[in-house]
């Protein structure tokens, strides 16, 4: 089904907070989300995924232990692009003066390309993330894909590097509205539900209308 970017945005930023995040990762991964599905990917299902597979995860476990380390790695040996994406766009002068970040067993590697066009935008130039089977590069306006399938929908890379400056060849304009299939929606609806307080009973009655109450 069709949706605009703000409804995308919306939905993903509910489904975040549902799964516990805070309410800036949250506004983040949604923004994030957005970002991808203007450029044609399907940056809902691959939130969806993303949620289900770290469902009631404690965050430490997935973020990198280091910032300043060569190599980042988290101690679940699995690492959140959602978290380590925002370090890295935080980091974005350290990315520019060592021209590299390396990041290890990164899930679903493409939701961290996002925060790559913040880091450009800060730093002025395009930074880009390799990983196997695939590289791209962004100003922070435009993206640059040269990439197979299987490596654009990868659960997890082994390893990612992010670059900066980075050379931008060909390029993909952002589009205003992105198909998202019904079951990526509804599977965000789930953990979008979480965030709902739970009726009461003069909830229920003013949700209805007036109720048994007379306003006027």
Known sequence: M????NEIEAMSKRAARGSGMSWGLAEEAAKGT????????????????????????PPIDVSPVSLVAEIWHAPAHRMSPLIAGAA???????????????????????????????????LGVPVSAEWQGARLATDGQRLCVQATDEALQARVADRVVFSAPAEMTGRHE??????????????????????YAPATEESRLRGAGAGLTDND
């Open 2 to 5: 069709s949706h605009s970017l």
């Open 34 to 57: 957005r970002w991808l599905s203007a450029f044609g990917f399907s940056g809902s299902e691959l939130l969806a995924d993303f949620l289900e597979m770290n469902d009631r995860i």
């Open 88 to 122: 890295l766009s935080d980091c974005a002068q350290r990315l520019l003066s060592r021209g590299t970040i390396t990041m290890e067993n990164v899930n679903f590697p493409l939701l961290a390309v996002p925060f790559m066009g913040g880091a450009a935008l800060r």
């Open 174 to 195: 952002p589009v205003m509205r992105a198909d998202v299939p019904d079951d990526a929606w509804a599977r965000l609806g789930v953990f979008a539900h979480r965030t």
